[in-house]
């Protein structure tokens, strides 16, 4: 128990103060502007986006738990406005003072900086958990599952969006930058092992993996080729990782992130 509440001591700071090490600080430049001005300039993000409003639906009569929304993004946003009630929580009471000032002419939102394994949230029955680069921050995944299973409704439905460990380029590059990694201790791309247990306790009803054949496009991107040939490169490795990662688990393997939406059985 004392470990865990150092844990989240220090997840707190981390998130609150941004204390990050000199390698943690040169991988969030990485994945803040390098990879991710790569994830738009391929249409990722959007992608990922639409796909996610498409799975929340009609929100009018839901109640919505925004698990780890920190200071909100563009569909936290959506569904405050949307839901019959909205709950965010995150661990950082900065962001979520940030948050609670965003949302508060809206009556249907409650913001709480609280750790979701606490027996101190006490809400529940939620109709959708919403859990954006969320669950792979608890090392625990049985624990996890358990409490997702109690806070959800019978037929309840979760999207997630998490990185996988599963690409031997990715295990490689993960396992030199680890021992130096400020948050080691809460970060835990998902395993083949981990993904098996949330199909074993859930219904996954879509799926999507990216970055598969797609995050070699840094490697085309050094070719002297034209714009126009690149692009199309991307686009045909990008929807072979979106369709097969559907159906085909060694591809999805292949991928650095999964989305899923998944529901209580």
């Known amino acids: 128990m004392e470990e865990m509440k150092d844990m989240i001591s220090k997840q707190k700071a981390f998130y609150d103060k941004k204390e990050k090490n000199f390698v943690t600080k040169i991988w969030y430049y990485f994945r803040n502007s390098t990879l991710n001005a790569f994830r738009k300039n391929i249409g990722l993000e959007k992608e990922i986006y639409d796909l996610h409003l498409d799975w929340l639906g009609n929100l009018n009569e839901m109640k919505v738990l925004d698990l780890g929304c920190y200071e909100g993004n563009s569909l936290s946003f959506h569904m405050a406005k949307n839901a019959k009630k909205y709950v965010g929580i995150d661990l950082s009471e900065k962001a979520i003072k940030i948050l609670g000032k965003r949302f508060s002419q809206l009556p249907n939102v409650e913001v709480y900086s609280m750790d ?3 027996p101190d949230f006490k809400e529940k029955d939620f109709d959708l958990i919403y859990a954006y ?3 792979h921050h608890f090392r625990n995944t049985e624990e996890l599952i358990s409490k997702l299973k109690q806070k959800l409704k019978p ?3 979760i999207i997630s969006y998490d990185p996988l460990t599963t690409s031997k380029p990715v295990q490689l590059l993960r ?3 680890r021992p130096f990694q ?3 201790e809460w970060e835990w791309p998902f395993s083949k092992k ?3 247990k949330y199909s074993q306790e859930f219904k996954i009803l879509d799926r999507r993996a990216i970055l598969g054949k797609t995050k070699w496009l840094f490697l085309i991107n050094l070719l002297p080729l034209e714009k126009h040939k690149k692009e199309r490169i991307s686009k ?3 929807l072979t990782d979106w369709e097969l ?3 085909n688990d060694k591809h999805m393997f292949k991928c650095m992130h999964l989305t899923m939406l998944m529901r209580l059985k």
Request: aromatic share 20%.
């Open 194 to 196: 981990v993904y098996y």
């Open 182 to 184: 400020t948050d080691k």
């Open 236 to 238: 045909k490795w990008h």
């Open 175 to 177: 396992a030199l930058y």
């Open 245 to 247: 990662s559907k159906l």
């Open 133 to 135: 680069g969320v669950l």
């Open 155 to 157: 037929g309840g439905r």
């Open 116 to 118: 979701f394994l606490s």
